[in-house]
């Protein structure tokens, strides 16, 4: 599979809505939001326009040939002035676009991204059964920082995450 890595664009929204559905409706899925539901096509245009006015968050995409969105990653600074050198992560991935580079490219632009914004650490949040997302971040150069008991509602149920990080070098 053939595809590009860019910024995500305000048109991109309903793309970016139809794959987080379908990524959060996987039962080891993606972390959505608390009530289980991803921002519709309309918020997502305006989180996107948004993003144009502030420097210290940004969406990538990755874009298959035929012009599918089968990516998105973003990043944003740390709002708290101690620790605004951190940016967390949020990454997903198409079902049959894994393991093609996909995953690896999106984190790569973060990286870029992070290094530009003056960020020197990333971190996100994995769900401990997602074996195959933790073997990407593991292969990165991500590194094992914590274990967060109970820390996100999923459902009716608290659910455990892996506190994962990776140094930006200059």
């Given at each position: ?7 995500a664009d305000p048109a ?95 984190l790569d632009a973060a ?60």
């Open positions: 599979m053939s595809f590009v890595i860019r910024a991109d929204a309903e793309q970016l809505a139809r794959l987080a559905d379908a990524v959060s409706a996987e039962p080891e899925g993606w972390l959505i939001s608390i009530a289980g539901e991803w921002r519709n096509a309309g918020d997502e245009r305006r989180y996107l326009k948004a993003l144009r006015r502030y420097p210290h968050a940004a969406v990538f995409v990755a874009e298959r040939d035929d012009g599918e969105l089968v990516g998105r990653l973003s990043v944003g600074r740390d709002p708290h002035p101690a620790s605004a050198h951190v940016a967390d992560v949020g990454l997903m991935v198409a079902i049959d676009a894994r393991r093609q580079g996909v995953g690896k490219a999106l990286v870029e991204w992070a290094r530009t914004a003056g960020v020197r650490k990333l971190e996100l949040h994995v769900f401990p059964w997602n074996e195959a997302a933790i073997a990407l971040y593991d292969a990165f150069g991500f590194e094992r920082e914590g274990y967060r008991k109970g820390h996100y509602r999923r459902g009716g149920d608290y659910v455990d995450a892996i506190l994962m990080a990776y140094q930006v070098s200059g």
